[in-house]
C-alpha cells in the first residue's frame, strides 16, 4: 500500500510540474498583448489528439482592436476559422489587462474567464471551453503557451485535458499582417 501511494503522490506531483511564465521574463522580443493585438493577425493551425496525430487543419483570421475602459486596457479579438473539413467557426475574445502581466478573458464559448499571465516573449491562458463535439458539448481545459519569436511571428501550443487527462494539443503559428 504505502508503494502505491508513494507512486501516486509522485504522478501528482509531476503532473502539477509545469513551466511557469515568469521564466521567460527575460526573453526577447517582449510581448505587449496590445501591440501584437493590433490590426489584423493570420493563423495557420493543427489539433493533434493524444497520439499525435493530425485530426484537424484550420486558419483564422483575426481582427484585433483595444481601448481604454474604465482605466483599463480592453482588447476586442475577433476570430474567424476555417476547418479542412469546410467547416467555419467564430470566436469573439474580449480580453482586459488586470494589472502589468495579468489578463481576464471572455468569450461565448469559453466557462467563465481566462486566466492570462504574461512575462518577457510568452503568455501563458488557462481557461475552460465548451467544446462541440457529434453534437454534444465538453467542457475541456485548456493550458495555452504563446511566445513571440519576432515582432511580426507568434507560435501558440494548447494543451487539452479532461479530469486530468490528455485529450490533444493545437499548434498555430500567428503572423501579424
Known sequence: MRLITTIFCGVLLLACSSPQVQQYANEKPNLDLSEY????????????????????????LIKANWEIVNGKKVGTLDESFDYSDGTKQKRIWRLTEQSPGKYIGTADDVVGEAQGDSAGNALNWTYTLALPVDGTIYHVQFNDWMYLVTPKVMINKARMSKFGFDLGEVTLSFYKR
Request: proline share 0%; no cysteine.
Open 37 to 60: 493585438f493590433s490590426g489584423t493577425i493570420d493563423a495557420y493551425g493543427i489539433f493533434t489528439d493524444r497520439n499525435g496525430e493530425v485530426k484537424k487543419r484550420f486558419t483564422v
